[in-house]
């Protein structure tokens, strides 16, 4: 993860007080990136579905992929699942109150 990073330079739907249980609803699992990343470079649907192909390309829509098919929504980094701790901790690191 880049240390330069600003809290606000990052895709997560949480005002950054919240607590990391409250940042974790809002990142992304790792199979799921994957899907809309396959997708989005590859035009390949997952085997699988949570809702139907349509509702799957509709999500998938809303994402972008940078030069390094890292995935991006409003112009900002999707966080992964395993990523929430470790962005948690960089923007939360202050000494008492």
């Known amino acids: 993860m880049n240390a330069s990073l600003n809290i606000a330079d990052v895709f997560i739907e949480a005002p950054s007080h919240c607590n ?10 790792s199979a799921r990136y994957n899907e809309i990343v396959d997708y989005l470079l590859n035009d390949v649907l ?5 809702s139907t192909p349509s509702n799957f390309r509709r999500e998938a829509a809303n994402y972008a992929l940078d030069e390094k098919a890292r995935l991006y ?7 992964k699942w395993g ?12 000494q008492g109150r």
């Not at 990391?20 to 699992?29: Q, S």
């Not at 997952?46 to 949570?50: A, I, K, R, V």
């Open 46 to 50: 997952p085997d699988e579905f949570d």
């Open 20 to 29: 990391p249980a409250r940042i974790a609803e809002k990142t992304m699992k």
């Open 73 to 79: 929504r409003n112009n900002k980094p999707v966080v």
């Open 83 to 94: 990523e929430r701790k470790e962005i948690y901790e960089a923007f939360h690191s202050h």
